[in-house]
Nanobody
Framework: QVQLAESGGGSVQAGGSLRLSCVAS????????MGWFRQAPGKTREGVAG???????AVADDVRGRFTISKDNAKNTLYLQMDNLKPEDTAVYYC????????????WGQGTQVTVSS
């Protein structure tokens, strides 16, 4: 099972930027994709951005145009560039692997806190 480790969280003011990284302990099989999820206090975990088998990416409606997901296969690393952050983006951000095109999760990282102040 691939182990995941996130980094890059922190505290920023509204309008600021952060770049999250998720390093996988090894290469993922071709049918396994990676994505970012977040959980705010008192709320359920939600998807933020993800990859698909063909390398395409998708982001949630509420972060589209502000967040960008990318993957460096050579480094087994997934990134989430977050720009124009808003207080409502405050959450613990998790990296996860899953069977592409499904919600069958394979592994989760420990999470990294992102706090955006107004």
């Amino acid at each position: 099972q691939v182990q995941l480790a996130e980094s890059g969280g922190g505290s920023v003011q509204a309008g600021g930027s952060l770049r999250l990284s998720c390093v996988a302990s090894g290469a993922t099989p071709s049918d396994v994709c990676m994505g970012w999820f977040r959980q705010a206090p008192g709320k359920t975990r939600e998807g933020v951005a993800g990859t698909d088998r063909d390398g395409s990416t998708a982001v949630a409606d509420d972060v589209r145009g502000r967040f960008t997901i990318s993957k460096d296969n050579a480094k087994n690393t997934l990134y989430l560039q977050m720009d124009n952050l808003k207080p409502e983006d405050t959450a613990v951000y998790y990296c996860a692997t899953y069977i592409c095109g499904t919600t069958q999760f394979k592994s989760w990282g420990q999470g990294t806190q992102v706090t955006v102040s107004s």
